[in-house]
Nanobody, 121 residues
Framework: QVQLVESGGGLVQPGGSLRLSCAVS????????MGWYRQAPGKQRELVAA???????NYADSVKGRFTISRDNAKNTVYLQMNSLKPEDTAVYYC???????????????WGQGTQVTVSS
């Protein structure tokens, strides 16, 4: 049974930073691609960033240059460093274990419970 547990969300002022973590248990972490999604109220869930097993990354245009996804295979953990946060980044953030086909990340069946990120003054 694969379990994903996110942490690190909270309230931050515009321009601030947060680092989200997603600890994965079960399965074989290092061979799987991982992704971070977010869902704002009234909106569809969207892919924010993804990382291959080898460390290659992809980002949504809205977060390029501000967010960084990384992974520590020794700790079975994937991170999302979020800088220069904007009010429109407010959402529940979810991590996901998925796969790549070519350069596209596809979500898998395993999701975390989500962590709330609120950007407000």
């Amino acid at each position: 049974q694969v379990q994903l547990v996110e942490s690190g969300g909270g309230l931050v002022q515009p321009g601030g930073s947060l680092r989200l973590s997603c600890a994965v248990s079960g399965g074989i972490f290092w061979i799987n691609a991982m992704g971070w999604y977010r869902q704002a109220p009234g909106k569809q869930r969207e892919l924010v960033a993804a990382i291959t097993s080898g460390g290659n990354t992809n980002y949504a245009d809205s977060v390029k240059g501000r967010f960084t996804i990384s992974r520590d295979n020794a700790k079975n953990t994937v991170y999302l460093q979020m800088n220069s946060l904007k009010p429109e980044d407010t959402a529940v953030y979810y991590c996901n274990q998925g796969e790549y086909s070519g350069s596209y990340y596809y979500s898998g069946v395993y999701w975390g419970q989500g962590t709330q990120v609120t950007v407000s003054s």
